[in-house]
């Protein structure tokens, strides 16, 4: 008989597989001769007590063996000559594992990405940082493994819709991934660990047969003579790529693409997404508060940095954390000169002395009404635009981010200091008033008084909000049809994923690729 199990044990005893067991039989009333064996299906902490537990989601076999767990994916045959060709436009989560479903079905996928592959790719965050100098085409945002691959490796989604989320943590453990991320609840694989993988991924697709074009920019869509289907595209150096259909998976900083898409007169519209900073403290200050440390007690070891998730809603907007870092830095994401835009990330051990979180507002379509005479469905794109280049303004240059105070934000007056922070572009004191619009910032100064009851000193001399946080998601939606999920003005064409407004982060974003991907071999007879 197999059973599934919820257990609660204190740590650090809730990681001894012979705790687990006789915490098993207790639970089912059986002597510890009959529990056969235990796997672990999902684990996360649970610092609400004193105690600080775990909470263990587990199969349990009894009077009989567990069976096996199922199976990793394994390296697809070589494609036939002459397999049809799907194109896909991006290498970032969704174009990777829309390439991989593709294989999986017999079609060859040919990956189109603007960007450098995920190696080379870090000699160009060096001139961000220390320059202040983006590199157009490779950058935080664009190359190989997309905007995540250098944004923490974290894996959480509640995307759950769209079919198995542990599918795509069997496919990442098979190309390299700790096996933890199949039992956390709060995966992450971390900056340092994740472009090794996503070599690992490329591998796969380019063994058996699928192509991969770096530093290949598409400008043009190419349709069939009845101008009624995508049926490839045309790169800036002007070659042409011709496929049975086109896998739009960009990105939602690729504004090139909307503009493109706006050109060839295809319907886009504008939706909701979110702007405010990051929000920075130290790591001891979060430890404490999630963990009901003393004052001066170091966080044990076996316990992870502390994380949090904040969220309310102040007059019908939400406001919440998004992207938060435990043991994170703060990194500029801007992917033209003239912009300052900050995100989140950290290393597989998040060791840094610093938690950071993005903080942000919703902001609607009807925020964005004044620029949609002059820029329609990508009016939302001209709004993020016009905050990042003010932002670049009030940094001074050189990436260099506005930051205040969260103590001084409250008191509505500007910092005559900063404490140190691991953004390395710089700090300058600034007055976030004077930067985001007044209902963003109002709204953020009624949320961080609610989340000080939560975290007590969050609200602080020891933190700093830094500004701004503005890619969150995209402000557009590239609509498709719900069932074959093409545009519903030319088939043949896929919205996917971050960039077309139908994910939101690394799995969420994996699994939309695949779910175009089993569309677009279906939509043709290939």
Same mark, same amino acid.
């Given at each position: 008989?197999?059973?599934?199990?919820?257990?609660?044990?204190?740590?650090?005893?809730?990681?001894?597989?012979?705790?687990?067991?006789?915490?098993?039989?207790?639970?089912?009333?059986?002597?510890?001769?009959?529990?056969?064996?235990?796997?672990?299906?999902?684990?996360?902490?649970?610092?609400?007590?004193?105690?600080?537990?775990?909470?263990?989601?587990?199969?349990?076999?009894?009077?009989?063996?567990?069976?096996?767990?199922?199976?990793?994916?394994?390296?697809?045959?070589?494609?036939?000559?002459? !397999?049809? #060709?799907?194109? %896909?436009?991006? *290498? $970032?989560?969704?174009?990777? &594992?829309?390439?991989?479903? =593709?294989?999986? /079905?017999?079609?060859?996928?040919?990956?189109?990405?603007?960007?450098?592959?995920?190696?080379?790719?870090?000699?160009?965050?060096?001139?961000?940082?220390?320059?202040?100098?983006?590199?157009?085409?490779?950058?935080?945002?664009?190359?190989?493994?997309?905007?995540?691959?250098?944004?923490?490796?974290?894996?959480?989604?509640?995307?759950?819709?769209?079919?198995?989320?542990?599918?795509?943590?069997?496919?990442?453990?098979?190309?390299?991934?700790?096996?933890?991320?199949?039992?956390?609840?709060?995966?992450?694989?971390?900056?340092?660990?994740?472009?090794?993988?996503?070599? !690992?991924? #490329?591998?796969? %697709?380019?063994? *058996? $047969?699928?192509?991969?074009? &770096?530093?290949?920019?598409? =400008?043009?869509? /190419?349709?069939?003579?009845?101008?009624?289907?995508?049926?490839?595209?045309?790169?800036?150096?002007?070659?042409?790529?011709?496929?049975?259909?086109?896998?739009?998976?960009?990105?939602?900083?690729?504004?090139?693409?909307?503009?493109?898409?706006?050109?060839?007169?295809?319907?886009?519209?504008?939706?909701?997404?979110?702007?405010?900073?990051?929000?920075?403290?130290?790591?001891?200050?979060?430890?404490?508060?999630?963990?009901?440390?003393?004052?001066?007690?170091?966080?044990?070891?076996?316990?992870?940095?502390?994380?949090?998730?904040?969220?309310?809603?102040?007059?019908?907007?939400?406001?919440?954390?998004?992207?938060?870092?435990?043991?994170?830095?703060?990194?500029?994401?801007?992917?033209?000169?003239?912009?300052?835009?900050?995100?989140?990330?950290?290393?597989?051990?998040?060791?840094?002395?610093?938690?950071?979180?993005?903080?942000?507002?919703?902001?609607?379509?009807?925020?964005?009404?004044?620029?949609?005479?002059?820029?329609?469905?990508?009016?939302?794109?001209?709004?993020?635009?016009?905050?990042?280049?003010?932002?670049?303004?009030?940094?001074?240059?050189?990436?260099?981010?506005?930051?205040?105070?969260?103590?001084?934000?409250?008191?509505?007056?500007?910092?005559?200091?900063?404490?140190?922070?691991?953004?390395?572009?710089?700090?300058?004191?600034?007055?976030?008033?004077?930067?985001?619009?007044?209902?963003?910032?109002?709204?953020?100064?009624?949320?961080?008084?609610?989340?000080?009851?939560?975290?007590?000193?969050?609200?602080?001399?020891?933190?700093?909000?830094?500004?701004?946080?503005?890619?969150?998601?995209?402000?557009?939606?590239?609509?498709?049809?719900?069932?074959?999920?093409?545009?519903?003005?030319?088939?043949?064409?896929?919205?996917?994923?971050?960039?077309?407004?139908?994910?939101?982060?690394?799995?969420?974003?994996?699994?939309?690729?695949?779910?175009?991907?089993?569309?677009?071999?279906?939509?043709?007879?290939?």
């Amino acid at each position: 008989m197999l059973r599934e199990l919820h257990l609660r044990l204190p740590l650090p005893q809730a990681d001894s597989r012979d705790a687990r067991l006789r915490a098993a039989a207790r639970e089912l009333h059986l002597p510890l001769h009959r529990i056969r064996g235990l796997r672990l299906l999902k684990q996360s902490i649970d610092a609400r007590q004193r105690v600080i537990c775990k909470q263990l989601h587990c199969l349990v076999a009894v009077d009989e063996p567990l069976p096996p767990p199922p199976p990793l994916p394994t390296a697809p045959p070589p494609l036939p000559a002459g !397999s049809p #060709r799907i194109l %896909i436009i991006g *290498a $970032g989560p969704a174009g990777l &594992f829309a390439a991989l479903r =593709c294989i999986e /079905l017999g079609t060859c996928p040919v990956i189109l990405e603007r960007g450098k592959d995920v190696s080379s790719r870090r000699f160009d965050l060096r001139p961000i940082n220390c320059e202040g100098v983006v590199p157009p085409d490779s950058n935080y945002c664009f190359g190989e493994g997309g905007a995540g691959a250098f944004s923490d490796g974290k894996l959480y989604t509640r995307a759950t819709k769209r079919g198995d989320v542990s599918q795509i943590y069997r496919y990442f453990v098979a190309h390299g991934a700790d096996p933890s991320i199949l039992t956390d609840s709060h995966p992450h694989i971390g900056s340092d660990k994740l472009p090794r993988i996503i070599q !690992s991924i #490329r591998r796969s %697709i380019l063994n *058996a $047969g699928g192509e991969i074009h &770096f530093n290949t920019r598409v =400008c043009s869509l /190419l349709r069939s003579a009845d101008r009624r289907r995508a049926v490839g595209a045309i790169s800036a150096d002007g070659r042409e790529w011709l496929a049975e259909s086109v896998i739009l998976a960009t990105g939602h900083s690729a504004r090139d693409i909307y503009r493109m898409l706006a050109a060839e007169g295809l319907l886009m519209e504008r939706k909701t997404f979110a702007v405010g900073v990051r929000i920075e403290h130290p790591q001891a200050l979060i430890d404490a508060a999630q963990y009901h440390l003393k004052r001066g007690q170091i966080r044990p070891d076996f316990l992870p940095a502390a994380r949090y998730s904040l969220a309310t809603t102040i007059r019908d907007r939400g406001v919440h954390s998004f992207c938060m870092c435990p043991g994170g830095f703060i990194v500029p994401t801007a992917t033209e000169g003239d912009e300052v835009v900050v995100n989140g990330m950290s290393l597989s051990r998040r060791n840094s002395p610093f938690a950071n979180s993005g903080f942000v507002v919703t902001v609607t379509p009807e925020d964005t009404d004044d620029l949609a005479p002059e820029f329609g469905a990508l009016s939302g794109i001209a709004w993020q635009k016009r905050l990042e280049q003010a932002c670049a303004r009030a940094g001074g240059g050189g990436m260099k981010a506005p930051a205040q105070r969260v103590s001084d934000f409250l008191a509505h007056r500007a910092s005559d200091s900063l404490r140190k922070s691991n953004y390395r572009p710089g700090l300058t004191p600034f007055d976030l008033r004077e930067l985001l619009p007044r209902g963003i910032c109002e709204r953020m100064d009624e949320a961080l008084r609610l989340f000080e009851r939560n975290i007590p000193g969050f609200t602080g001399e020891d933190g700093l909000l830094i500004g701004t946080e503005t890619r969150t998601s995209s402000p557009v939606r590239i609509p498709r049809d719900s069932d074959s999920l093409q545009h519903p003005q030319l088939a043949g064409l896929f919205p996917c994923a971050e960039g077309a407004g139908y994910a939101g982060g690394i799995i969420s974003a994996a699994m939309d690729g695949r779910l175009c991907a089993e569309a677009a071999v279906n939509s043709k007879k290939l």
